[in-house]
């Protein structure tokens, strides 16, 4: 396996209310992504997924406090003061893919002026014709048509707003790309095909993806690899292939969410999720798992990608 | 009977979204109405839901027909509705505590004495805890917002339920959980249900019967 082009180590996130409380947004996550890899964190809206993409382009609010660390090749990103996030890092390290891109594009300006722009603060690219010919590429790199670069984002559908969007992200040649909820409210065809662009960014450009969702059947379509997140918490990073066949997720949480989806058993995990600013003790799921014994109220020890006390475990591994 | 003849309806006159769609909804029945994004699925929805005038076409209530919408429409066809939309942040006002807004429907139709024991009795049914219930919707994730909003629309027990896309912005657990709510009221009261959305194993799961919206359109489908 190649060198990692993200590596997060131990990294925490907490912000700090009016009230005094501490809301504990995500605690101790620990992953790498490597070029030609896609990692897909998923989990219940409001785990902590989104807190974890602001942490690593250094968007966070000023009253959160980050710890850890999060290394894109030499540049700790946790580290990194605002002047190297905003003239290195943002665009050029990493290519956002965000969540709502009819909301991310300037509404007032065509999509071509804003690929041109783009191009001229990112890439070297000078003269009218050159910066011209580039946005150009780099629409059709996206599968962006040409026939629509005169349009305002109001004018696109959904589909090409998105591709809009991702156009922009890989323009700085970013060899890490972020994707915050690419297809919430997509229908089911615009999604596998948002998906698929982007699968070829990583198949095609050596890129790392790092995906953030809620959509399970976009993740199985997508990744490489499964992170999955609760209550801030990454509680199991597993092998796609095994997450979504067999043996299946070995997290309970994990096997719950995945038993919710109406192509399986459509049963909910019973219960809601804690509130991030009064965690228990121990395991935040224990409240929730059927499997939850007394030594769940001590926080497990993160082996094997895994923070349960109680896994499920395949036959073969227990032997 | 909920049923939708031959309904045109849009925001421009002469470029109408839905033209000429007939759906029908029998008591106790499930309906999936399938379709992709912007082909009008909405708007029929809103039409159902008496919350759009349609252009041309009757929408017939029990077999009455509704002839005022939104405001005007009379209070006892208004409440046989519930409707819950795609995105509980629009459509629940930011200033209210979770249990005034699951109790506004009472609260509008003149019975507040029953607020505290409908509320109280609802909102189990739909997995709020009390601790929820007083809080404002900012302090909420979106699927537990989406729970309070399932609640108001089930508040005045209504016959029919128009779901539309009630689940588009929610997790796996989160949508199984409020499908399952759904479901439980309506083997309770018999409640018939629309529910729009653009995902068909959801839906194939979900409901009775589904339709695709190319099917109901079909017969214009030279155009």
């Given at each position: 396996?190649?060198?990692?082009?993200l590596?997060?180590?131990?990294l925490?996130?907490?912000?700090?209310?009016?009230?005094?409380?501490?809301?504990?947004?995500?605690?101790?996550?620990?992953?790498?992504?490597?070029?030609?890899?896609?990692?897909?964190?998923?989990?219940e809206?409001g785990?902590g997924?989104?807190?974890?993409?602001?942490?690593?382009?250094?968007?966070?609010?000023?009253n959160?406090?980050?710890?850890?660390?999060?290394?894109?090749?030499?540049?700790?990103l946790?580290a990194?003061?605002?002047?190297?996030?905003?003239?290195?890092?943002?665009?050029?390290?990493?290519?956002?893919?965000?969540?709502?891109?009819?909301?991310?594009?300037?509404?007032?300006?065509?999509?071509?002026?804003?690929?041109?722009?783009?191009?001229?603060?990112?890439?070297?690219?000078?003269?009218?014709?050159?910066?011209?010919?580039?946005?150009?590429?780099?629409?059709?790199?996206?599968?962006?048509?040409a026939?629509?670069?005169?349009h305002?984002?109001h004018?696109?559908?959904?589909?090409l707003?998105?591709?809009?969007?991702?156009?922009?992200?890989l323009?700085?040649?970013?060899?890490?790309?972020?994707?915050?909820?690419?297809t919430?409210?997509?229908?089911?065809?615009?999604?596998?095909?948002?998906?698929?662009?982007?699968?070829?960014q990583?198949?095609?450009?050596?890129?790392?993806?790092?995906?953030?969702?809620?959509?399970?059947?976009?993740?199985?379509?997508?990744?490489?690899r499964?992170?999955?997140?609760?209550?801030?918490?990454i509680?199991?990073?597993?092998?796609?292939?095994?997450?979504?066949g067999l043996?299946?997720?070995?997290?309970?949480?994990?096997?719950?969410?995945?038993?919710?989806?109406?192509?399986?058993?459509?049963?909910?995990?019973?219960?809601?999720?804690?509130?991030?600013?009064?965690?228990?003790?121990g395991?935040?799921?224990?409240?929730?798992?059927?499997?939850?014994?007394?030594?769940c109220?001590?926080?497990?020890?993160?082996?094997?990608?895994?923070?349960?006390?109680?896994?499920?475990v395949?036959?073969?591994?227990?032997? | 009977?909920?049923?939708?003849?031959?309904?045109?309806?849009?925001?421009d006159?002469?470029?109408?979204?839905v033209?000429?769609?007939?759906?029908?909804?029998?008591p106790?029945?499930?309906?999936?109405?399938?379709?992709?994004?912007?082909?009008?699925?909405?708007?029929l929805?809103?039409?159902?839901?008496?919350?759009?005038?349609?252009?041309?076409?009757?929408?017939?209530?029990?077999g009455?027909?509704?002839?005022?919408?939104?405001?005007?429409?009379?209070?006892?066809?208004?409440?046989?509705?519930?409707?819950?939309?795609?995105?509980?942040?629009?459509?629940?006002?930011?200033?209210?505590r979770?249990?005034?807004?699951?109790?506004?429907?009472?609260?509008a139709t003149?019975?507040?004495?029953?607020?505290?024991?409908?509320?109280?009795?609802?909102?189990?049914?739909?997995?709020?805890?009390?601790?929820?219930?007083?809080?404002?919707?900012h302090?909420?994730s979106?699927?537990?917002?989406?729970?309070a909003?399932?609640?108001?629309?089930?508040?005045?027990?209504p016959?029919?339920?128009?779901?539309?896309?009630m689940?588009?912005?929610?997790?796996?657990?989160?949508?199984?959980?409020l499908?399952?709510?759904?479901?439980?009221?309506?083997?309770?009261?018999?409640?018939?249900?629309?529910?729009?959305?653009?995902?068909?194993?959801?839906?194939?799961?979900?409901?009775?019967?589904?339709?695709?919206w190319?099917?109901?359109?079909?017969?214009?489908?030279?155009?």
């Amino acid at each position: 396996m190649t060198a990692p082009v993200l590596s997060v180590r131990g990294l925490s996130v907490r912000f700090l209310m009016p009230s005094g409380r501490r809301i504990a947004a995500v605690t101790d996550a620990h992953f790498d992504v490597a070029a030609g890899e896609c990692l897909a964190l998923v989990g219940e809206s409001g785990c902590g997924k989104s807190v974890l993409a602001s942490a690593l382009l250094g968007l966070l609010p000023a009253n959160a406090q980050a710890a850890g660390g999060a290394y894109l090749g030499d540049v700790d990103l946790l580290a990194a003061d605002e002047r190297t996030l905003a003239r290195t890092v943002r665009g050029r390290l990493i290519g956002l893919i965000p969540q709502s891109p009819a909301a991310h594009l300037t509404p007032v300006r065509t999509v071509r002026s804003q690929l041109e722009e783009t191009v001229v603060a990112l890439t070297g690219t000078r003269g009218r014709a050159a910066v011209r010919q580039a946005a150009e590429a780099a629409a059709e790199r996206a599968a962006f048509p040409a026939g629509h670069l005169d349009h305002h984002p109001h004018e696109l559908s959904g589909g090409l707003a998105q591709r809009a969007a991702t156009a922009l992200a890989l323009i700085g040649n970013a060899p890490l790309l972020l994707a915050d909820e690419p297809t919430t409210g997509l229908d089911r065809d615009l999604v596998h095909h948002t998906v698929d662009e982007l699968r070829r960014q990583v198949d095609v450009g050596r890129r790392a993806l790092l995906v953030i969702t809620h959509d399970l059947a976009a993740a199985e379509r997508i990744a490489d690899r499964m992170a999955v997140m609760y209550a801030g918490r990454i509680v199991e990073i597993s092998d796609a292939t095994a997450f979504f066949g067999l043996p299946g997720p070995r997290h309970p949480y994990s096997r719950g969410l995945l038993g919710a989806l109406p192509e399986r058993d459509f049963i909910p995990i019973p219960g809601m999720p804690p509130e991030l600013g009064d965690l228990p003790d121990g395991c935040a799921f224990a409240p929730r798992c059927e499997r939850a014994t007394p030594t769940c109220t001590t926080l497990p020890a993160a082996a094997a990608g895994l923070v349960c006390h109680h896994p499920h475990v395949t036959e073969d591994l227990r032997a | 009977m909920l049923e939708l003849q031959a309904i045109t309806a849009g925001y421009d006159r002469k470029a109408p979204v839905v033209r000429d769609v007939t759906l029908s909804v029998a008591p106790g029945e499930s309906v999936g109405l399938l379709g992709p994004s912007g082909c009008g699925k909405s708007t029929l929805a809103r039409v159902a839901a008496l919350l759009h005038r349609p252009d041309a076409g009757t929408l017939l209530l029990d077999g009455d027909p509704v002839r005022r919408w939104r405001h005007r429409a009379p209070c006892a066809q208004r409440t046989a509705i519930g409707v819950v939309f795609q995105q509980p942040r629009l459509s629940a006002d930011p200033r209210l505590r979770l249990t005034d807004l699951i109790a506004e429907p009472l609260r509008a139709t003149g019975r507040r004495d029953e607020v505290r024991e409908r509320v109280a009795e609802l909102a189990p049914s739909v997995g709020l805890t009390p601790d929820l219930l007083d809080r404002r919707p900012h302090e909420v994730s979106d699927g537990q917002l989406q729970r309070a909003c399932l609640a108001r629309a089930l508040l005045l027990r209504p016959r029919w339920l128009i779901c539309d896309e009630m689940t588009a912005m929610l997790d796996a657990s989160t949508t199984a959980a409020l499908v399952a709510a759904v479901e439980e009221y309506r083997s309770a009261t018999g409640a018939g249900l629309l529910a729009v959305g653009h995902d068909q194993v959801l839906l194939g799961r979900w409901c009775d019967r589904t339709v695709s919206w190319e099917k109901l359109t079909s017969t214009e489908a030279g155009e």
